[in-house]
């Protein structure tokens, strides 16, 4: 466990922003990640939750998740697509949905998460607070510059609701968080396809080419060659079952 030597709840975003500012102190969300943490470096917890951070609302025409929305929040929430409703319950156990957050899943960009796979297909855009005020980047980008969030509060994802969803992946069962897994959608735009455990964090890729430029890494559970095959595998039998829909 982490060695917490301070707790502050902040109620408002710039007093959160300037204790997360201030040398060792994280902010702290639904803690499954960070109360688990094996690290003895002493932090300074600040938590979120005093902060307006938990609403599921439209907005030009896209959802709005706020970032203290928890898993479990996600799954009973109807206006969420069907498919990331299923990535989030397939994300973690019961009782660890109910704390951990959509803001907790992006900041730990966990290369094995689903719902981080189903997000990135659903265009998601994440709204940062930083020094300079909020922005709002891609997923993709934010996944790919992780460091930001040393000094940076994510305030919301939002994500396009239309198009369906396919998943396939291989685990040791079916319960098992999967070695591999793609998650492709079709929309008006065409197919965004996204692979999970084939890189350091889960990755947008060309639906025609779906593992150019992968270079999976190997571990206990699989080859870089087996996940490779996993991936192309896998992809193509989203496309397969899309189209054998249509
Ligand atoms: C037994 C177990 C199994 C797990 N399995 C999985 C799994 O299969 N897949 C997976 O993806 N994860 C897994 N995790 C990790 C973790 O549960 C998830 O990543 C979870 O969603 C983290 O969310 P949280 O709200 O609990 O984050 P916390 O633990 O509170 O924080 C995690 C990190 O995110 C940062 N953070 C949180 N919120 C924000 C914010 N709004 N702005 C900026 N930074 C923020 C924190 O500072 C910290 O660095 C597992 C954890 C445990 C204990």
Known sequence: MAKIISYQRPESLEDALNLISQEKHIPLAGGTLLNAGEDVE???????????????EEAKGRL?????????????????????????RSELPSTLRALATIGGTVASADSHSQLLACLL???????ILGPNGESTSPLSDVLGNLEIFNSQLIL??????????VFEATGRTPADT?????????????????????AATPVLVDHENPTLSLEPPSDFRGSSKYRMQLAEVLSSRTLNSMDGDN
């Open 156 to 165: 919301s994802i939002s994500i396009a609701t239309d198009g369906k969803c």
């Open 42 to 56: 002493p932090l300074h917890l600040v938590d979120l939750q005093g902060l307006d951070l938990k609403r599921i």
């Open 64 to 88: 709005q998740i706020g970032s203290m929305v928890t898993l479990d929040e996600v799954i009973k929430n109807t206006n969420c697509p069907e498919s990331i409703r299923i990535s989030a």
């Open 178 to 198: 999967p070695i591999v897994s793609v998650t492709t959608r079709k929309c008006d735009a065409g197919y965004r396809m996204a692979i999970t455990g084939v």
């Open 121 to 127: 297909v659903h265009e998601a855009e994440v709204t």
